[in-house]
């Protein structure tokens, strides 16, 4: 049986996929490697997928039903799905809008549509975001917590996503399972995330950018321990009980279950790049919010997740990660 991966060429759809096929699975992969950040780093995490075993990819658009319901009438053994794909990022969807509907709300639901008639599907777990916390004032964020004040498009459309996940658990007995990622980082991470931004502007000699005076604080949460929750999560999917009327369809945080201040986080970078960032402060910016800090406990008990690595023990690796991939 095959997990189906879209998104395999993000960030963390390519960390998944390596350790899905660590563990002897077969990983079909789906991503348009579109040009939101640069795609020569999208097909080098690809390169490296393509000569795994047990790999094979498709490069389409989510949104785009012909493809994507051919890639599900020819692999009926897709026994899981890990929905990553997604337009990313708050401030890009104050600039590209349609880019949000069109990727986050239509590409869910063709997927969704797709997925319901698939014979032998265990589990879907998608991508949400801590930001749908929007902006909500009680730390630590909670699944239980209000989450219909977006302050971003970004989240608005994540949000929907959830609720499309419900409407399909309970109209098609779907097994859903939505995933709350906060701040991920690491080595082979986003361009437009701040450890990378930081890194590549500190060692170009370049002021860096820091939001609301410096006074910002993230739930820094390292690839590794984002990819365990993960897996964790889809070999556990949402069960009703005894036949009855509970919905499959559940939503989880995944986070490091700490808030960090950012100030903290440039002074790790500091001291292992060697230099003294030139910071330029800068106000708040529109759908941005000052915390964010997960509250993991549910996770904690119905899949086991703990996070382990501390950003003083993670940003030495991503550092160390660019200065080998860009020399």
Wanted: some cysteine; glycine content about 8%; charged content about 25%.
């Amino acid at each position: 049986m095959a997990i189906l991966v879209t998104g395999v060429a993000g960030f963390i759809g390519a960390s998944l996929s390596h350790v899905l096929l660590d563990q002897g699975r077969e990983v079909v992969g789906i991503d348009n490697v579109n040009d939101y950040y640069d795609p020569i780093l999208k097909e080098t995490r690809l390169d490296r997928l393509r000569l795994r075993d047990g790999f094979t990819f498709h490069k389409m658009d989510i949104a785009d039903r012909t493809p994507v319901e051919e890639v599900f009438t020819h692999r009926t053994d897709i026994s899981g799905i890990v929905h990553l794909a997604g337009q990313a990022g708050v401030r890009y969807s104050l600039v590209n809008p349609y880019a949000y509907t069109h990727s986050n709300i239509e590409g869910h639901l063709v997927l969704m549509e797709a997925a319901r008639r698939l014979r032998d599907l265990k589990h879907f777990v998608y991508a949400s975001s801590s930001s749908v916390y929007g902006a909500n004032t009680d730390f630590p964020f909670s699944v239980g917590d209000r989450t219909d004040c977006p302050v971003s498009l970004y989240a608005a459309t994540k949000k929907s996503m959830e609720l499309m996940s419900e409407a399909y658990a309970r109209m098609w007995m779907l097994p859903m399972t939505g995933l709350r990622f906060f701040t991920v980082y690491g080595p082979w991470g986003r361009p437009d995330m701040a450890a990378f931004i930081f890194i590549q502007k500190m060692l170009a000699g370049q002021a860096i950018p820091v939001f609301n005076n410096g006074d910002m604080k993230r739930d820094f949460t390292y690839i590794d321990d984002i990819v365990s929750g993960v897996v964790g999560c889809l070999d556990r999917p949402p069960i009703t009980i005894d036949g009855g009327n509970e919905v499959p369809h559940a939503v989880y945080n995944i986070g490091n279950n700490k808030s960090e201040n950012l100030m903290d986080f440039i002074a790790i970078l500091e001291r292992e790049l060697g230099i003294k960032a030139d910071i330029d402060f800068k106000p708040m910016q529109p759908g941005d919010v000052r915390e964010t800090f997960a509250d993991i406990e549910s996770t904690r008990r119905d899949f086991g997740f703990e996070p382990t690595v501390t950003i003083a023990e993670g940003l030495p690796k991503v550092v160390s990660w660019y200065r080998d991939y860009y020399g």
